[in-house]
């Protein structure tokens, strides 16, 4: 496991950049606390499938991060971008948070080809 650092120091509704093997993005969301994931933390990697702007400067709605280059969203929970131009997804990532810190499990790189989403 890579080890992120204290939840603390992630502010609710903003995002951090941790270099791994790949940059990954850390998000710790805002939902206005209606859903039980406010302050929940997803990964994701960093940078988009479309032309490899950094996500983690993108900007957070709920569970979705709009990319700050060419706008297509990907849902944290899953990696998908909601339409073009992105049309793969990013990989996402296990976090675990134990004792106010936070670590990360990183997906396997397959060697396979990203399915594109349609
Ligand atoms: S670089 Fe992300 S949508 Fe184009």
């Known amino acids: 496991m890579i080890r992120v650092g204290a939840l603390a120091d992630i502010p ?3 995002a951090i ?6 940059p990954i993005a850390v998000f710790r969301v805002s939902t206005g606390g209606t859903d039980g994931a406010d302050g929940a933390v997803y990964a994701i990697d960093d940078t988009c499938t479309h032309q490899k702007a ?8 709920g569970c979705m991060v709009e990319c700050p280059l060419h706008a297509a969203c990907f849902d944290l929970r899953t990696g998908l971008p909601d339409g073009p131009p992105a049309k793969v997804p990013v990989r996402t990532h296990q976090v675990v948070v134990m004792d106010g810190m936070v670590y990360l499990k990183l997906a396997e790189h397959t060697g396979e080809p990203e399915v594109e989403v349609a």
């Open 12 to 14: 609710v509704g903003e």
């Open 17 to 22: 950049r941790v270099e791994a093997d790949v």
């Open 54 to 61: 950094s996500l983690s400067d993108g900007w957070l709605d």
